[in-house]
């Protein structure tokens, strides 16, 4: 189920800001906006997640839209160490029966 | 990543034989899953565990069983190992405290059927 749309690819030069879009215009109420990122051949990494205040924590920024309908998340100084496919995902709180499903994310190419 | 620990990291297996993929956690969350990705498919849920010997189908669960018949163990078992199910197998663990959330990936299991 798409329930949100992000970009396919994106490129940032390094130490710069890197601003990574999603939209989400069918969430619901109860719904939260996460993100997640999986460098090459690893595992996904929880960055970070919230329901209608932006957020902020030691990886990155979140920026949700008044409306909800969609969100940004902030790498203040990227490094090459952010390279990475990264999702956008919404769901529930708490809805432990209910798996992370994941699309196919925006590939991040931090460039030198 | 720390808590989690997949076994084995890589394992070539012949068409037929049956292969069972090991995850371990020491974190005592309750819900434990298993994903496979592959190039152009992206990272899809096999099966997952809201407890012990509960457990519950995923999208592509065709194929494969799982057991958890101890909270800290969550075992996926290709019975009959076939050339499309080689991909890279990730586990993953959560669990859900009031605002706390986050889902835990182990490094992955490299399996290829020949």
């Known amino acids: 189920d798409a329930k949100t749309t992000q970009p396919t690819s994106m490129d940032c030069a390094e130490g710069r800001a890197a601003n990574l879009p999603c939209n989400h215009s069918?969430?619901?109420?109860?719904?939260?906006v996460y993100w997640y990122r999986q460098i090459h051949s690893q595992g996904p990494q929880y960055i970070i997640h919230?329901?209608?205040n932006n957020e902020t924590n030691e990886m990155a920024s979140l920026i949700i839209t008044e409306d909800r309908k969609s969100s940004t998340l902030i790498l203040p100084h990227a490094t090459l160490r952010d390279t990475a496919v990264y999702y956008c995902?919404?769901?529930?709180?708490?809805?432990?029966?209910?798996?992370?499903?994941f699309g196919k994310g925006t590939r991040l190419s931090v460039i030198a | 990543d720390a808590g989690i620990t997949q076994s084995p990291r890589h394992k070539v297996t012949e068409t037929g034989t049956p292969v069972t993929l090991r995850c371990h956690q020491t974190?005592?969350?309750?819900?434990m899953y298993w994903y496979r990705q592959d190039p152009g498919h992206g990272l899809r849920l096999i099966h997952y565990?809201?407890?012990?010997?509960?457990?519950d189908k995923g999208e592509v669960s065709d194929g494969y069983s799982v057991s958890r018949s101890k909270t800290e163990d969550f075992l996926l078992t290709l019975e009959s190992a076939t050339s499309s199910q080689t991909s890279v197998y990730f586990c993953?663990?959560?669990?859900?405290?009031?605002?706390?959330?986050?889902?835990?990936f182990g490094s992955g299991t490299r399996l290829t059927v020949v």
């Open positions: 565990s809201y407890g012990v010997k509960d457990t």
């Open positions: 993953a663990i959560s669990e859900f405290r009031g605002l706390q959330e986050g889902y835990t």
């Open positions: 995902i919404v769901r529930a709180l708490n809805s432990g029966n209910t798996p992370l499903v």
């Open positions: 069918t969430i619901s109420g109860n719904e939260y």
């Open positions: 974190e005592n969350h309750r819900y």
């Open positions: 919230g329901l209608k």
